[in-house]
């Protein structure tokens, strides 16, 4: 198959030292390690926190460090277009696990909004 227009790099923080750890120092080693094929197509680097940044300076210079980063607030609604995109027949991984996000994300709201 051709290359996918997109790649997209992540890792998730449990720690509060995320800051210093961004995604596209071990993308590079990941890649040079482990694919075949360097692709020259769009690469996304993503960085998921579970904490909430409240300091915008802060968190728009991490974001340049990191490429993006999304916190627990900011997750449920890409994980949304996740499913969104899936159901219009774009492929998204683990799309055969459709029922099982699906659940988490429907478990995820209802203990927000009894909270």
């Known amino acids: 198959m051709p290359p996918p227009p997109a790649f997209f790099f992540g890792q998730t923080a449990s720690g509060k030292n ?3 750890k961004p995604v596209t120092d071990h993308a590079r080693v990941f890649s040079t ?4 094929d360097h692709m020259t197509g769009n690469r996304q680097y993503v960085t998921l926190i579970p ?3 409240l300091n ?3 968190w ?3 974001s340049l460090m990191h490429r993006a980063i999304l916190d627990r607030l900011r997750l449920p609604r890409r994980a949304l277009r996740g499913l ?3 159901m219009e027949g774009v492929p998204v ?4 696990n ?3 996000l699906t659940q988490w994300l429907g478990d995820y709201i209802d203990c927000a909004q009894a909270a």
Request: avoid cysteine.
């Open 18 to 20: 995320w800051p210093g």
């Open 33 to 36: 390690a482990y694919m075949l």
């Open 51 to 53: 904490y909430r940044v």
């Open 56 to 58: 915008e300076a802060f």
């Open 60 to 62: 728009k210079s991490q």
């Open 84 to 86: 969104e995109l899936s």
């Open 93 to 96: 991984d683990d799309a055969d």
């Open 98 to 100: 459709i029922d099982v």
